[in-house]
């Protein structure tokens, strides 16, 4: 997605209240869940997709402390944005299996950036 539709698209949810109630964390997927959703993504699809985005979720999890849900969100969207602006399929990827990806790759980051965003699951805090 171009970075003007992104951010046309980003603030019409900003202003339009996008943001949920606190709600509760949702569980992690089971490890063998995580795995099964992996293999059958071929290696050629996600490549460097999982640390890629795990350095990105390490990066902005602690500034996101302290921010209201819908802003958290924002700031966490642009980051995933900027990182893989111009691999619309790493992109497609991300936005498909960011909880998976985040399940396995990196989940001493998930629930700080579910409880910063406010969502239930990455997935709903990136749409």
Do not use: N
């Amino acid at each position: 997605m171009k970075k003007s539709l992104f951010v046309a698209v980003l603030a019409a949810c900003v202003v339009a209240g996008c943001s949920k109630p606190d709600t509760p964390a949702a569980a992690s997927p089971a490890p063998a869940e995580v795995a099964a959703a992996l293999a059958a993504r071929p290696a050629a699809v996600t490549g460097g997709v999982p640390a890629r985005l795990c350095a990105v979720l390490r990066a902005e999890a602690p500034g996101l402390k302290g921010m209201s849900g819908v802003g958290a969100r924002a700031q966490l969207v642009m980051a995933i944005a900027t990182a893989f602006d111009s691999d619309a399929k790493s992109l497609s990827v991300v936005s498909s299996d960011i909880d998976t990806i985040a399940s396995s790759g990196c989940a001493e980051v998930r629930a700080p950036l579910l409880a910063a965003t406010r969502a239930t699951s990455l997935q709903e805090a990136v749409r």
